[in-house]
Nanobody
Framework: QVQLVESGGGLVRAGGSLRLSCAAS????????MGWYRQAPGKERVLVTS???????RYVDSVRGRFIISVDNAKNTTYLQMNSLEPEDTAVYYC??????????????WGQGTQVTVSS
């Protein structure tokens, strides 16, 4: 059984910062990559950023230069440092992990989601 537990969301004023955490636990053999999606009200869930186990990082254009993803491989935890937040960043943020657990096949696991609200 694998769980991803998120923390760190909340309410912040525009220009402020928040740091999200996502810890994966359970029977994990290996993690291929982790990342974050977000879903704003009335919109589809979109990929924000991802990081592979060898350190390749991608960002969606709207957050590049403001958000920083990192990972602590020893703790199976990914972090999302969000700076210079804008009202448009308001969304529920979901972490994910593509990993192997008990089989050679990679499966995607999701966190429970955490609300980020940026006031103007």
């Amino acid at each position: 059984q694998v769980q991803l537990v998120e923390s760190g969301g909340g309410l912040v004023r525009a220009g402020g910062s928040l740091r999200l955490s996502c810890a994966a636990s359970g029977s994990i053999f290996s993690i291929d990559n982790m990342g974050w999606y977000r879903q704003a009200p009335g919109k589809e869930r979109v990929l924000v950023t991802s990081i592979t186990n060898d350190g390749n990082i991608r960002y969606v254009d709207s957050v590049r230069g403001r958000f920083i993803i990192s990972v602590d491989n020893a703790k199976n935890t990914t972090y999302l440092q969000m700076n210079s937040l804008e009202p448009e960043d308001t969304a529920v943020y979901y972490c994910y992990a593509n990993l192997r657990s008990g089989s050679p096949f990679i499966r995607t696991y999701w966190g429970q989601g955490t609300q980020v609200t940026v006031s103007s």
